[in-house]
């Protein structure tokens, strides 16, 4: 049972946008910075949004996220194929005095 | 090339110890945080442990509760590297750990190295 909750999966056509939801709570998310990570098939997982909406150089601005109390969102638009993957949220926990993962989303481009 | 790389995995039987390294190049080493994260075969990421280091002052390390009391987090920013010893390792440690460079979020990741645990 992760600390963060996502969803486990969700899926769209090309083209189209998805949004993923990552919840927490006041000691993570809701006082603390979210991030969101990129883990293709075979790589490295990727930074894809940092200090809750803030993208990296180099990542597209079709990721975006926002942060809304305990929780937040990434959202993907034009999705590619090569967008197939998983996806984490993830946050300090000040309670826990740990790092702290969401369970992960797996994206399907169908 | 600001890169990091993994090495030292491998299979162990339970009870054993294994020392995993982490070699990065291309930035400044020590001004930065450092961490271990694993992925467990069809899991999601778990972190595993935070170095962080303040200039001129104390080191801190931060060890999740399943590996407390096993694993060590330690750094040598002489050599641009960052370690793990694993001790009393399970089967449930069986994973794919990778080094990760930062504190509040993690901006730089290695390929990761392949931990077996099974007799």
């Known amino acids: 049972q992760s600390v963060l909750t996502q969803p486990p999966s969700v899926s769209a056509a090309p083209g189209q946008s998805v949004t993923i939801s990552c919840s927490g709570s006041s000691s993570n998310i809701g006082n603390l910075h979210v991030s969101w990570y990129q883990h293709l098939p075979g790589t490295a997982p990727k930074l894809l949004i940092y200090d809750n909406t803030k993208r990296p150089s180099g990542i597209p601005d079709r990721f975006s996220a926002s942060k809304s109390a305990t929780s937040a969102t990434l959202g993907i638009t034009g999705l590619q194929t090569g967008d197939e993957g998983d996806y984490y949220c993830?946050?300090?926990?000040?309670?826990?005095?740990?790092?702290?993962f969401g369970g992960g989303t797996k994206l399907t481009v169908l | 090339e600001v890169k990091l790389v993994e090495s030292g995995g491998g299979l162990v039987n339970p009870g054993g110890s294994l020392t995993l390294s982490c070699a990065a190049s291309g930035f400044c080493f020590s001004c930065y945080d450092m961490n271990w994260v694993r992925q467990a075969p069809g899991q999601g990421l778990e972190w595993v442990s935070t170095?962080?280091?303040?200039?001129?002052?104390?080191?801190?390390?931060y060890h999740a509760d399943s590996v407390k009391g096993r694993f060590t987090i330690s750094r040598d920013n002489a050599k641009n590297s960052l370690y793990l010893q694993m001790d009393s390792l399970r089967v449930e440690d069986t994973a794919v750990y990778y080094c990760a460079r930062g504190g509040r979020e993690a901006d730089l990741w290695g390929q990761g190295t392949l931990v077996t645990v099974s007799s």
């Open positions: 170095i962080a280091t303040a200039p001129n002052g104390p080191t801190y390390m």
């Open positions: 993830g946050s300090w926990d000040s309670t826990l005095t740990a790092w702290v």
